[in-house]
């Protein structure tokens, strides 16, 4: 399984970017792919989840209502929209997959990572 995550960058707060995750070597249903991010000196937490099946969705409480996770069956695609970025959302995001539906916030569960893309939110 490879994971390629793409889309970030450098924002002003209040802005929004767009993160893909493109996902290939095997197929993913019944699998889980999620979002994580890490800040300097912090670690690595849950940001939002998707299962690859039914499409359920999963937020931490700091981004409900900010982003969206969607999936591309079609493309093997998993994308994050964010709106409404803080400066306090600045971290490299990684993308993640593992098969299994439990658990879906803790990293350490996960088997597979993207190589992590940056998100600088500028105040």
């Known amino acids: 399984v490879q994971l390629q995550a793409s889309g970030g960058g450098l924002v002003q707060a209040g802005g929004s970017l767009r993160l893909s995750c493109a996902a290939s070597?095997?197929?993913?249903?019944?699998?889980?792919m999620g979002w994580f991010r890490q800040a300097p000196g912090k670690e690595r937490e849950f940001v939002s989840a998707?299962?690859?099946?039914?499409?359920?969705?999963y937020y931490a409480d700091s981004v409900k209502n900010r982003f969206t996770i969607s999936r591309d069956n079609r493309k093997n695609m998993v994308n994050l929209q964010m709106n409404s970025l803080k400066p306090e959302d600045t971290a490299v995001y990684y993308c993640?997959?593992?098969?299994?539906?439990?658990?879906?916030?803790?990293?350490?569960?996960?088997?597979?990572w993207g190589q992590g893309t940056q998100v600088t939110v500028s105040s």
């Open positions: 993640a997959s593992r098969p299994g539906l439990f658990s879906v916030g803790v990293p350490s569960t996960y088997t597979y």
């Open positions: 070597g095997r197929t993913f249903n019944g699998y889980v």
């Open positions: 998707i299962t690859w099946s039914s499409g359920s969705t």
